[in-house]
């Protein structure tokens, strides 16, 4: 075992989205993680979020079921759940009844809304969190409606990304304090959070609270993408002047001096994009890498999914890895002296429920009693 959190050990309720991506975090920086999969489970194995744990089916709602989960509970440094506000209470296995058996447990709360508020008990998915928070609001063209970028922002940068940042801060102050504590990680608050420079500028009237007009919206002509002569698209990031030249000298527009003047003149910025698009519409995007690559443009290729796998910077430094049959990034970031590693791919529901029982007490009996009755599978 690698890893900065080896020897750190997490019991994850399954669940959807940003819940597993958490615990694929951790796993894939060293710690155990635990995940504890409802009976009948289907086996995804295309979902490489639930990579390398090791995986237990329980009915929590049996006789017994939740005791078997609090008793993985009492060996464990932090849990993660992602069900509304009251559901684990419900079952049995809230804060309370796990910091009764583990009281340095640290547990984790991943929800859309957070733990109290208004909207707590509402549904909702990413696009509903970003939206809220104002992250979604500037994402798109001007006059069009807002376009997600996916569920990156919600899900994943202001979810899991901060689930995980604040579970590891807890378990430091466990470690350190002997005392656990429960983490509420609300893709609203984390979201919100990650606009923190925007809500900075606009106070100084840097930042434009609307779609279009803002340097790095895809606004301004030397930050965007454009269509290339084979319908590709070429990304270009030029914001500093030194970039800028670079950009404009590999463009051959280095001599245009009305464009030169009016760069950084917002109201000019849609004529001088379409006078740069004419320019990346006359050649193919394999044409633009070629004279591009290597340079301080800041210019790169869109690439689909399929093509970032093969992207020679991708593969010299093994950003994508091959497990059990399926492309899919490696962990990160990396780590000098204790390098993460995935370590197997994506157990069947239930695969390590008789040892983990018996890792914790439970006497060979007990677990044919408890598959019988169905408590675990």
Partial sequence: MSGPLTGVRIVEL???????FCGMLFADLGAEVIRVER???????????????????VDLKAPGGAEAVLKLVATADGLIEGFRPGVTERLGLGPDHCHVVNPRLVYGRMTGWGQSGPLAQAAGHDIDYIAIAGALHGTGEPGRPPRPAQNFVGDYGGGAMFLAFGMVSAILHAREMGEGQVVDAAMTDGTALL?????????????FDRRGGNIVDGSAPFYGTYECADGEYFAFGAIEPQFTDEMLNLLELDHDEDLKARW??????????????????????DDWESIFDGSDACAAPVLSLTEATKHPHNVARGTFVDIDGIVQPAPAPRFSRTPGEIRGGIAPPGR????????????PEEIVSLTHSKVIA
């Fill in 14 to 20: 399954a669940g959807i989205g940003p819940g597993p």
């Fill in 39 to 57: 009976v009948g489970a289907p086996h995804d194995t295309w979902n490489v979020a639930s990579r390398g744990r090791r995986s237990i089916a």
């Fill in 264 to 285: 950084h003149d917002r109201s000019a910025w849609p004529e001088l994009r379409e006078r740069v698009a004419a320019i990346v519409r006359t050649r193919s995007r």
């Fill in 195 to 207: 606009t923190a420079v925007c809500h900075g500028r606009l106070t100084t009237g840097a930042w």
């Fill in 352 to 363: 390590d429920s008789a040892d983990l029982l018996a890792e914790v007490g439970y006497s």
